[in-house]
């Protein structure tokens, strides 16, 4: 089975995307199954794309 192909539509549509959101690209790399990873540049770099969760505590009953 030949490995698949990416196309230049495919890789500007990755770029224009992130793009569009704020991210500042630094470049990107496509592995041989095709994915296209996008690499960010200064401080989105080391952000993570969800927040931790936070943790919720038991609320406490009223007192009578």
Do not use: C, F
């Given at each position: 089975?030949?490995?698949?192909?990416?196309?230049?539509?495919?890789?500007?549509?990755?770029?224009?995307?992130?793009?569009?959101?704020?991210?500042?690209?630094?470049?990107?790399?496509?592995?041989?199954?095709?994915?296209?990873?996008?690499?960010?540049?200064?401080?989105?770099a080391?952000?993570?794309?969800?927040?931790?969760?936070?943790?919720i505590?038991?609320?406490?009953?009223?007192t009578?």
């Open positions: 089975m030949p490995a698949p192909t990416t196309t230049q539509a495919a890789i500007r549509r990755a770029l224009e995307a992130a793009k569009d959101i704020g991210l500042n690209v630094a470049g990107y790399t496509v592995a041989k199954d095709g994915t296209i990873s996008v690499t960010l540049a200064g401080a989105e080391g952000q993570h794309a969800r927040p931790a969760p936070r943790q505590a038991p609320k406490s009953w009223a009578r």
